[in-house]
């Protein structure tokens, strides 16, 4: 199967030609192809953040071969592969990123190692997979090469940790899946949780350093400019946001940092 679209998501940043060189690859091979950034300002080495990102954007992408690198372990053992999903492909390290997207797309149905030489650039670095390995076989899999052309069957893919949820009658406990570029704080936990919970109204979150009065909204304008809503974000997550301003700053909270939901306001 050929498809029209690629996406590509990394941590490369836009300060350097690595994104560039990515997507030369790709037109240079595949020229008819067209390109979705989905993002290139992951956190360097955050592969949960990444993982994230891609999985809550290809639902709403055309069908394609979705390339992902947060790669902090290119040039090991790790392996590279081609994901099989029920609605498209995923090409990238096997380090857990790009599970969640495969479950967003219908689900793992094979995956196969990244290994046949002549579907990847003669010289290979070993710095540099995106360019090297990953954009030449996310290519070639746009033009109709089927996944079992690039290696053997991969018989179990490396996951993540589950992100730590915790409900408890007027409690709430949740990992901090990502902070996106608005500041807001984006949980592991679920409006279920929530409801587990029995929280509803005015309620604290609170991290290590400081505990805020919270209320439980629809959207950013459900409270006043400076104050802070609990709300569920578009992808169905929890998310802490302040209205006009960094939730993240206010709380002090980062990616896989614990965050704590009870029925107390509490002054900040």
């Not at 793992?108 to 190692?113: D, G, H, L, P, Q």
């Amino acid at each position: 199967m050929a498809y029209d679209w690629i996406s590509v998501t990394t941590d490369y940043g836009l300060r350097d030609g690595f994104v560039a060189a990515c997507h030369g690859v790709i037109a240079r091979l595949a020229p008819a192809v067209r390109v979705i950034d989905v993002t290139h300002e992951v956190p360097p080495q955050d592969i949960r953040h990444g993982a994230m990102a891609l999985a809550q954007t290809v639902p709403y992408l055309p069908e394609a071969v979705h390339v992902a690198v947060v790669d902090p372990g290119v040039g090991t053992e790790r392996l590279g592969v081609v994901v099989v999903a029920e609605r498209g492909l995923l090409v990238g390290p096997d380090n857990g990123l790009l599970l969640p997207a495969a479950q967003a797309l219908g689900g793992v149905r094979a995956a196969y190692e990244l290994t046949e030489p002549s579907l990847r650039l003669p010289v290979t670095s070993a710095t540099f997979h995106g360019r090297d390995v990953f954009a030449p076989a996310a290519a070639h899999l746009a033009l109709g090469v089927p996944p079992s052309d690039f290696g053997d069957p991969v018989a179990e893919l490396v996951s993540m940790p589950e992100p730590f949820v915790a409900a408890f009658p007027g409690k709430l406990v949740s990992e901090v899946l990502t902070v996106d570029h608005f500041g807001n704080v984006q949980l592991a936990a679920t409006p279920a949780d929530l409801e587990l919970s029995g929280l509803s109204g005015a309620v604290s979150v609170h991290s290590e350093r400081v505990a805020v009065s919270t209320v439980i909204g629809r959207t950013f304008a459900d409270v006043p400019a400076g104050a802070s809503v609990l709300y569920t974000d578009s992808a169905g997550r929890l998310a802490v946001a302040v209205n006009g301003g960094s939730a993240a700053a206010v709380l002090g909270l980062g990616p896989a940092q614990e965050c704590t939901i009870t029925s107390s306001p509490a002054e900040t």
